[in-house]
């Protein structure tokens, strides 16, 4: 093959895999998520903070906003606005996957009150990770792949002090030092079977009472770990598809 016929190859690689990204994300915000079990519903109908007035969403939920543009596993502009309001009722604050720390930053900078612990793998240590033998392929490259940082937006901001870096595997992290600890609980790490079975049931443990826990990339069979053990999920606990995002999200019942 010519490098000319190489280099064909490889772009239209990389235009297939970012299309399938966008249209997945496209798919699953129009509702889309084919053989879901689980229900969806409007933000606005979940949450009272979000009710709307004549004008459209009221001033009670304005936050701190930086713009989606393209950054490899980031959320949208969307659940970036969602998340960050319910970060603002949190005392306390889970991420499972910093990345660039941009959703860290904006939920600190949104919630001025709240500490935040979040969790990701150094760049210097990705063999730590455990995916098992069944566990996607193309998935455990991402995780590799989104795991590029170890200073972060935040970092070097007055919002830092709030923050609690922790650098490791999240399956060899401990929940039990923090049960029902936190208040929103945001998993985004790992996305393979074997990490979100795990990511979930150690955020189940530290969801207290009346807290919001909220999964990202619940697109349909194309990232099979989310689309899985959710729906596994979902016969025992009460779940709901945010419309216009891929959330997936609980609220822990008070008391
Ligand atoms: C999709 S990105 C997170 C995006 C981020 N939550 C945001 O909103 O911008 C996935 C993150 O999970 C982390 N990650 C991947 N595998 C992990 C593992 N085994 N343990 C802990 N973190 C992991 C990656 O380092 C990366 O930071």
Request: hydrophobic share 45%; charged share 25%.
């Amino acid at each position: 093959m010519t490098l000319l016929a190489i280099l064909a190859a490889l772009l239209a690689a990389a235009f297939f895999g970012l299309w399938r990204t966008a249209d997945r994300k496209v798919m699953a915000a129009k509702g889309k998520v084919p053989g879901s079990p689980i229900p969806q519903r409007p933000i606005q109908e979940i949450d009272p903070l979000f009710a709307l007035t004549r004008f459209g969403p009221s001033r009670d939920t304005e936050v701190a906003h930086i713009a989606q543009v393209h950054v490899e596993g980031g959320i949208s502009d969307l659940e970036s606005w969602i998340l960050c309001n319910l970060a603002k009722s949190a005392r306390r604050i889970f991420e499972f996957g910093t990345a660039t720390g941009k959703t860290t930053y904006l939920m600190a900078r949104s919630a001025p009150e709240a500490r935040i612990t979040t969790i990701t793998l150094h760049p210097d240590d990705l063999d730590s990770g455990r995916h098992e033998k069944t566990d996607d392929k193309a998935l455990q490259t991402s995780a590799r792949r989104e795991s590029a940082f170890a200073d972060f937006l935040y970092s070097g901001t007055d919002a830092a002090p709030r923050i609690e870096q922790l650098f490791g595997d999240s399956k060899a992290f401990d929940e039990t030092a923090y049960l029902e600890a936190f208040d929103l609980i945001f998993v985004d790490g790992a996305h393979t079977e074997s990490y979100v079975r795990s990511d979930t049931q150690k955020a189940l443990a530290m969801l207290a009472p009346g807290g919001w826990l909220v999964w990202h990339d619940y697109v349909g069979p194309r990232v099979p770990g989310v689309f899985k053990v959710l729906n596994a999920l979902s016969r025992t606990l009460p779940l709901v598809r945010i419309k216009g995002t891929t959330f997936v999200a609980h609220h822990k019942p008070a008391g």
